[in-house]
């Protein structure tokens, strides 16, 4: 993992842009880019999962785990969540392709396109009980808190995914 200088965040790209990565022109899977604003945004691979789940922007993604069983991949990421291991990764920049490469929100203030499943402003937020690409509110103590509502009506959160 590097940190990556100017990132086109809504750019998707391909296996074989990747590439030629090593020129510093394309993102490796896992760089980290942090913006201007001190948003954070890490270069990941979309897997659309057993749902056939597309990737849309503005939704939250999770850790693929096929079949909700992990296999320590982090840095693949679905909006499925039958199809995670309901630990969150970040919030897709774009709508990337399946098997596609792009950049997921990791930390800082962010806009969500779908609802909260449930929640009030100051509510840590989960995958667990969420429906797919969304979270809802934290309600056990096992549950993977990744962000924190803002204005749950607005849908802003401040995220916190692991990274």
Known sequence: MTAFVGAS?????????????????????????????????????????????????????????????????????TSDLSDSSEIGAGVLQAAIPNGGYGWIQVKGVATITPALTAGADGDPLTPSGATDGTLDVVAGATDAVCAYAVDASAKIIICDFPY
Request: glycine share 16%; hydrophobic share 40%.
């Open 9 to 77: 965040l809504a750019a998707t790209y391909t296996a074989a842009d990747l590439t030629g990565q090593e020129s510093g022109g394309v993102p490796g899977i896992g760089d980290i880019y942090v913006s201007h604003d001190n948003k954070t945004y890490r270069f990941v691979q979309y897997n659309a999962g057993a749902g056939a789940v597309a990737a849309v922007a503005g939704n939250v993604a999770y850790l693929y785990a096929p079949g909700g069983v992990s296999t320590g991949v982090t840095n693949v990421v």
